[in-house]
């Protein structure tokens, strides 16, 4: 309708514009034939089809025409049915500018409606009159109705369903004081499985290969428990929570050295590796890129690869969660200076025979 009522008044108007040249007379044998084409249409179609459009051209162009005027017209519609589409269209128009000129609340601003949800995904535990109180405090004034409804249309819930600590915030929150252990085994070429024990801080992402053995006896993992107690003391790390898998590896001796240390054992729930995700994701990344890529001889090559591949792991490999930082290397001031990047020397060192590589600034 939109396109089809411009048509219609830019043709109408080019037909005006032919009209003037015409005489009278050629004027009223055209419309007298034009009249004659409509009887015989008319004659031949019970009902015509009329699209808004041609009703507002039709009710625009006649309706200052009188009523008798418009019964000697041929038209496919009576006088009236013209009148009451042009009582629609003024209806329609005032109606139009009404809402135009509707007062009320202005709508929300879009910041502040992504500034809400925001607020209530990093706050859990805040209602919506919590919320509408910050946002008070930043200066931004809404209704508390307002923030309820930009909540509800994010879909978050109340704070009764969605005020629940899930495990990985609790890792998240406890980060700094959590150390994490698990047992992996590595296969030789004879088929023989060696057990590795390591564990690895969450703070920064340190890990500690413990040792290897092909019979892990609790004496066995009860020293593996002493070194690493030593090993937190020598590097003044402090941790309370050590969690560990239910592997009946794990003895009674081995809790009681981390215990008299004043660090509690978690244990991880059945089945449920995500309890222990960072350490089982370590696990994962030494198999794909050691394990999976080396043919282990025996005991001393598996350690000596392990210890290696430790290294790497510490200091030079970059880690998301630390910002491409390595756990004992942080990251370097970036190279501001357009002719050192125009300069740069870089070395490529190999470890295992080239299945590890870093890579540095030549000296």
């Known amino acids: 309708m939109l396109l089809r009522l411009p048509y219609l008044a830019v043709s109408s108007v080019f037909a005006f514009i032919r009209l003037l040249p015409m005489s009278d007379v050629d004027k009223d044998i055209e419309i007298l034939t034009l009249q004659h ?9 019970d009902r015509p089809r009329i699209m808004p459009a041609d009703r507002a051209f039709l009710a625009a162009l006649l309706h200052r025409l009188p009523r008798p005027k418009l019964r000697q017209l041929h038209l496919i519609v009576s006088p009236d049915t013209i009148l009451r589409w042009h009582r629609d269209l003024m209806r329609r128009c005032h109606a139009d500018a009404s809402r135009r000129k509707r007062s009320g609340r202005p709508p929300t601003q879009r910041n502040i409606q992504a500034l809400v949800p925001r607020l209530a995904r990093e706050n859990s535990s805040r209602g919506y009159r919590r919320i509408h109180g910050e946002l008070a405090a930043l200066g931004v004034k809404v209704a508390p109705s307002t923030v309820w409804e930009i909540l509800k249309r994010h879909g978050i819930e109340p704070v009764p369903e969605r005020d629940r600590q899930t495990w990985a915030a609790f890792l998240r929150g406890q ?20 057990y590795v024990f390591a564990v690895i801080e969450h703070v920064n992402r340190r890990i500690r290969v413990l ?25 003044g790390a402090t941790v309370t929570h050590l969690i560990r898998d239910r592997d009946s590896k794990y003895t009674r001796a081995f809790d009681v050295v981390f215990e008299a240390e004043g660090i509690e054992i978690v244990t991880t729930g059945i089945r449920v590796p995500r309890m222990n995700s960072i350490m089982e994701r370590w696990v994962q990344t030494c198999r794909h890129e050691l394990l999976d890529r080396i043919l282990i001889w025996d005991l001393p090559h598996l350690l000596h690869a392990l210890t290696e591949f430790e290294s790497f792991y510490n200091q030079h490999r970059p880690h998301r969660s630390l910002h491409s930082a390595a756990p004992l290397r942080p990251v370097p001031e970036p190279i501001t200076e357009p002719g050192r990047l125009h300069r740069l020397d870089i070395h490529r060192r190999a470890r295992l025979g080239g299945l590890l590589h870093e890579s540095a600034h030549a000296a």
Do not use: K
């Not at 084409?37 to 179609?45: D, E, F, G, P, T």
């Open 37 to 45: 084409q409509l009887a015989v249409l008319q004659r031949q179609i």
């Open 211 to 235: 040792g290897a053995t092909a019979h892990p006896t609790a004496d066995w993992v009860t020293q593996a428990a002493r070194n690493v107690v030593m090993d937190l003391q020598d590097a």
């Open 175 to 194: 980060t700094h004081v959590i150390l994490a252990g698990d047992f992996f085994t590595a296969t030789t070429l004879n088929g023989a499985s060696l």
